[in-house]
């Protein structure tokens, strides 16, 4: 009887019904033994009695016994090894059957087509120097206006001749104009000075980009408690100013150009100034990836702010190895790379800066060396290995980013004699001015300056500037440069070596011999110089005694 909700019948049955059962299927049984006692079939299987001790050649008979049984399993095991090898056959035969006939047929390649492909290059490295030197190529290539971002905590430094160069002499009447950036990060009196300086060859456009722009895609989370110091940091980091003013400076060239096509605007510059950053704020929304990290851009990616305005973001310029170690641990790529230790670069760095500032800044007690100051850093900061230690290499990184990146406040002093670069001439300024309005470029500027709160003078770290860096634009110059900094190398390593007079080299040389026979002899023993003692009673007593006749002399 199937019961209700359930979705088996119960396997219940009534009693009688179930003796009635048992007792048919003992009749049968009984029933079965008779017909087999009937046939002389038993179930039982009579036990081998085995030779008996009296029978002679007893040992030949077991052992044929035993060969005959060997011979008999290994016959069994052969059997069952061809079932299982013909059943594999027969498995792998039906798949096959079964792939033709599901996958669609195919026409097989012709021998040109195998051939092509075998040719075919692979692909480039993204990561390379030479890839970063042709997408900068096909930026400039493609733009029409070219601005070169520059960090406004060392303008001069973050200038590249060999761009510049590169720029003028394209064709196409291509213009170039300076983006001086992060200039929350600067002394307002250094600002401007920067900017009359470098007002004198290209147009100069102060911007401060915004730090919080977030994609459309992700949404903040809101807080219901936040403090009032974070408030008004996230509203210094989310402004942005200079943006109205270059977006009119390049709506307005595009309008007095006359061309039907879009206005190409390329951004370069080296690492970490801004580039991304810049886009990202003109756009309104995250656009490009842009972060703290070094070398995040790895390809030219276009944008569109304006109908008739595009900008074409780029990877930074590859800074050249002859250059200072101060402008190579600021703008390029060695640590990232890891050509250059962090803790070389942060020695670097904190030679090109006033020692007491540094202390100021960071908040720590006066050091010796560089090894000092990151152990007094990262402790204060907390960057601890196992049982204390500080992390010297974590706190070097912290210190790097912190320079690389928009947090540190430092300066540098703009040339009081300005003088044009040897590429430049009084024609190619006059040039690069033609086009553009420079009266609402200035006034811009100045709207820039007032709505941005710079740090004060005090509060800044002075730095020494080297000069404007050297950059690799081609893969020639990058295997030629390689080959310079190779050279150079082995010259410094040759200087640091110290000469030996024939002399100095036989006194050094006799001491180690007999050294080196000691440790052969007994490499697992240390061995003690025996040094005579006098520990007689006359020199103890002696030595120990008190003259009192020297007190009455």
């Not at 809101?222 to 390049?250: H, Q, Y």
């Not at 500080?390 to 540098?412: R, V």
């Amino acid at each position: 009887m199937k019961r209700p909700k359930l979705k088996k019948a119960s396997k219940r049955v009534t009693c009688s019904k179930r003796y009635k059962i048992q007792k048919k299927v003992r009749d049968h049984t009984r029933k079965l033994r008779k017909e087999a006692k009937k046939k002389g079939v038993s179930k039982r299987v009579k036990k081998d009695p085995g030779v008996p001790s009296s029978a002679p050649f007893k040992e030949e008979v077991l052992r044929e016994a035993e060969q005959r049984r060997l011979q008999i399993e290994e016959e069994k095991e052969k059997k069952r090894q061809a079932k299982i090898l013909e059943r594999a056959q027969k498995r792998k035969k039906e798949k096959e059957v079964t792939s033709k006939e599901t996958e669609p047929k195919a026409k097989k390649p012709r021998q040109d087509d195998v051939v092509k492909l075998q040719e075919k290059p692979s692909a480039p490295d993204k990561n390379s120097k030479q890839y970063f030197c042709s997408e900068l190529n096909k930026v400039i290539d493609a733009s029409d206006v070219v601005i070169e971002v520059l960090d406004a905590r060392d303008p001069m430094g973050c200038r590249c001749p060999q761009l510049e160069e590169a720029v003028l002499s394209r064709e196409g009447n291509k213009k170039l104009i300076l983006v001086l950036s992060k200039i929350d990060l600067v002394p307002k009196e250094n600002v401007e000075r920067w900017i009359q300086c470098l007002q004198l060859e290209f147009p100069v456009v102060a911007f401060k980009a915004s730090t919080q722009i977030k994609d459309k895609t992700v949404r903040a989370r809101k807080r219901t408690i936040v403090a009032s110091n974070e408030v008004l940091d996230r509203s210094r980091a989310a402004a942005c100013l200079g943006n109205s003013c270059l977006t009119e400076l390049l709506a307005s060239f595009a309008c007095n150009t006359q061309s039907e096509a879009s206005l190409r605007v390329g951004v370069v510059g080296f690492p970490n100034v801004g580039k991304s950053s810049l886009v990202n704020s003109m756009k309104g929304i995250l656009a490009c990836n842009a972060g703290i990290k070094r070398g995040i851009t790895k390809s030219m990616q276009e944008v569109h702010i304006l109908k008739n305005v595009k900008l074409i973001d780029s990877p930074g310029v590859v800074a050249s190895p002859s250059n200072p170690p101060a402008s190579m641990a600021l703008r390029s790529l060695q640590v990232e790379e890891g050509q250059e230790s962090v803790l070389e670069a942060v020695r670097t760095l904190l030679k090109q800066c006033d020692h007491s500032q540094i202390m100021l800044q960071y908040n720590v007690p006066d050091f010796r060396n560089s090894l000092e100051f990151l152990t007094l850093f990262a402790k204060k900061h907390g960057y601890l290995q196992k049982g204390g230690v500080p992390n010297t290499e974590q706190a070097a990184t912290a210190f790097l980013a912190d320079w690389t990146g928009a947090k540190m406040s430092y300066h540098c002093k703009a040339p009081d004699n300005h003088s044009l670069p040897s590429y430049m001439s009084d024609a190619v300024v006059a040039e690069m001015r033609n086009g553009w309005d420079l009266n609402n470029l200035k006034t811009g500027n100045e709207e820039t300056l007032k709505g941005v709160k710079f740090p004060n003078q005090a509060s800044s770290v002075s730095f020494i500037s080297k000069g404007p860096t050297a950059g690799l634009l081609s893969v020639h110059d990058v295997s030629e440069d390689k080959l310079a900094a190779a050279t150079e190398r082995e010259v410094e390593q040759k200087e640091n070596e110290p000469e030996q007079t024939p002399n100095e080299g036989k006194e050094t040389e006799a001491p180690e011999k007999p050294q080196k026979v000691l440790l052969k002899k007994t490499p697992g023993r240390v061995q003690f110089q025996s040094v005579p003692i006098d520990i007689s009673l006359s020199a103890a007593t002696t030595n120990d005694t008190y003259d009192f006749n020297t007190d009455f002399k």
